[in-house]
Nanobody, 119 residues
Framework: QVQLVESGGGAVQTGGSLRLSCAAS????????MAWFRQAPGKAREWVAS???????TYADSVKGRFTISRDNAKNTLYLQMNSLKPEDTAMYYC?????????????WGQGTQVTVSS
């Protein structure tokens, strides 16, 4: 099994920055691919970014150039550096993991951390 615990959320003003962290535990092979998702009130959950076991990354167009996903396998931690934040980035942010490649449904989810961006 895999456990994921997010932290680092908070309230910032437009243009500010936050760094989210996701502490992972459990079988490493079950979290080859790790990702961040977000869900705003009244909206569907959306994928934000993914990172594979070798470090390859992909981003949603809405965050490309502003957010950076990274992982420290020695620390079993996933990060999301968020810069130039906008009010539309306000959401609950979730860490997720799955085996093998970053395609398909994710098997493991954290409880989420809230990010609020005010104008």
């Amino acid at each position: 099994q895999v456990q994921l615990v997010e932290s680092g959320g908070g309230a910032v003003q437009t243009g500010g920055s936050l760094r989210l962290s996701c502490a992972a535990s459990g079988d490493a092979y079950r979290r080859d691919c790790m990702a961040w998702f977000r869900q705003a009130p009244g909206k569907a959950r959306e994928w934000v970014a993914s990172v594979g076991s070798a470090g390859g990354t992909t981003y949603a167009d809405s965050v490309k150039g502003r957010f950076t996903i990274s992982r420290d396998n020695a620390k079993n931690t996933l990060y999301l550096q968020m810069n130039s934040l906008k009010p539309e980035d306000t959401a609950m942010y979730y860490c997720a993991a799955r085996k093998t490649i970053c395609v398909g449904a994710y098997s493991y989810w954290g409880q989420g951390t809230q990010v609020t961006v005010s104008s």
